[in-house]
């Protein structure tokens, strides 16, 4: 299984103290398969000038829910064909 190093200061598990004593990096397994995110959290529109903006609403508790989480792809971004292709998978969707 794929494991991604974690840099000391970023992981804090009984393994990270005892490795950075001995200067070891800390390895944990990662997921090879990203999750989507689910339609009902998803703000998706294409501006004028191209760019696709996301919004990702965030869950919780009202009193300690994070702000949403807004990203901006355009044309020539890695992601942008994959956003492209939600835009229109959602717009298909709708009556």
């Known amino acids: 299984m ?7 200061g970023e992981f804090s598990d009984v393994a990270a103290p005892r490795a950075a004593a001995l200067g070891e990096p800390v390895t944990m397994p990662s ?10 959290r998803l703000s ?3 501006r004028g000038d191209g ?5 990702v609403r965030s869950e919780g ?3 300690s829910r ?3 989480a807004v990203f901006a ?3 020539g971004d890695p992601q942008y064909a994959y956003w492209q292709g939600r835009l229109a998978a959602l717009r298909s969707a709708k009556p």
């Open 31 to 40: 997921s090879t398969e990203a999750s989507p995110i689910p339609d009902h």
């Open 66 to 68: 994070l702000p949403d």
């Open 44 to 46: 998706i529109e294409k």
């Open 51 to 55: 760019a696709i903006i996301v919004r």
């Open 73 to 75: 792809f355009r044309n």
């Open 61 to 63: 508790p009202d009193e």
């Open 2 to 8: 794929p494991t991604r190093v974690i840099l000391r």
